[in-house]
């Protein structure tokens, strides 16, 4: 069974506007990666956050982690047309590999 | 460009052929995997090679044989597939070290349609 699981499943959002995608997973993990995918492309890895991290940003994108509730918020700032793609998060169990949700597909329309 | 590359990008075949993937990493990554990515499902885990020795099969069908010659260098060799094997074959690489599982680099993939 999938470990990460996405929420919302479709985002559809003006140019300009935030969009927050969450992730919920099952297991004690080692870290937590989101990953962006344009469409029929490969995955691009955007950040990740460690088990002993509670918030960690890139350019527009801030992550939080909470491992007591086993969950992960992806937020993307002042979002742009070319953010349209999907998102998803891996959780990293402990010795284990990487494990993929279904991820979110964001729509920015300009 | 992430240092990651598939070939080739599209492949229709029948289900009696053999064909294979090819994938290339410039990085000097020490792990490489194999990812099938079907329509509304998440991405699954095939193979996984670290330091040129498959350390996790998935239970994937035999039909699907991989090969790592070295470590920049992974295939997929396909035989006698199923329509329901057609989906995006995606290759990634990355370095593992005691730390924990780290960012995984992916190439564009491979489009498999089988009639």
């Known amino acids: 069974s999938q470990q990460g699981e996405e929420d919302p499943q479709a985002l559809s959002i003006q140019e300009g506007e935030n969009a927050t995608m969450n992730c919920s997973y099952k297991t004690s993990i080692n870290n937590l990666q989101w990953y962006r995918q344009n469409s029929g492309r490969g995955l691009v890895h955007l950040i990740l956050?460690?088990?002993?991290?509670r918030e960690k940003h890139s350019g527009r994108l801030r992550v939080t982690l909470d491992t007591s509730k086993k969950s992960s918020s992806l937020l993307i700032t002042a979002s742009r047309a070319a953010d349209t793609a999907s998102y998803f998060c891996a959780t990293v169990p402990y010795g284990n590999k990487l494990v993929f949700g279904a991820g979110t597909i964001l729509r920015v329309k300009s | 460009e992430t240092g990651v590359t598939q070939t080739p990008r599209h492949l229709v075949m029948g289900m009696t052929n053999k064909k294979s993937l090819k994938c290339e990493q410039h990085?000097?990554?020490?792990?490489m995997y194999w990812y099938k990515q079907s329509a509304k499902k998440p991405l699954e885990l095939m193979f996984v090679?670290?330091?040129?020795?498959?350390?996790e099969n998935n239970s994937v069908p035999s039909r699907f044989s991989p090969e790592c010659p070295n470590s920049s260098h992974l295939f997929l060799h396909l035989h006698t597939l199923q329509p329901e094997d057609s989906a995006l074959y995606l290759c990634a690489s990355s370095q593992e070290g005691q730390g924990g599982v780290n960012e995984q680099f992916f190439g564009p993939g491979t489009r498999l349609t089988v009639l």
């Open positions: 090679y670290s330091l040129e020795e498959r350390v």
């Open positions: 990085l000097g990554h020490n792990a």
């Open positions: 956050i460690r088990s002993n991290e």
